[in-house]
């Protein structure tokens, strides 16, 4: 999948809107809003691209911690990435519902 492909499907089919300031082979993506800030971060997905602008890997910023990082398996596929988006928002709301 390419940077155009995953940024069409993260913005367009789930609302996600990504920060304007960050540049070259990585980019964060965050739900309605860019919140950097620890206590309160919006951030959901953080991608990172090869030279040829293709997704080399997903990092799933709510499932991860300070001491782990957690990453979409498999393959980066259309579907795979779809499902581990979906999980992420739920979890992200489910949290902020405790808050």
């Known amino acids: 999948m390419t940077k155009e492909e995953l940024h069409e ?4 089919d789930f609302g996600l809107v990504n920060d304007k300031v960050e540049r070259g082979d ?20 953080h991608v990172q691209y090869d030279q040829n602008g293709r997704v080399t890997q997903v990092k799933r910023c709510v499932s991860s911690d300070n001491n782990n ?26 949290l902020n519902m405790q808050a």
């Open 9 to 12: 499907l993260l913005t367009g």
């Open 26 to 45: 990585r980019r964060s993506y965050f739900l309605k809003r860019v919140d950097w800030h620890p206590s309160s971060t919006t951030r959901i997905l």
């Open 69 to 94: 990082s957690v990453f979409v398996r498999g393959s980066l596929e259309r579907l795979v990435l779809r499902q581990a988006v979906e999980e992420e928002i739920a979890m992200y709301n489910a």
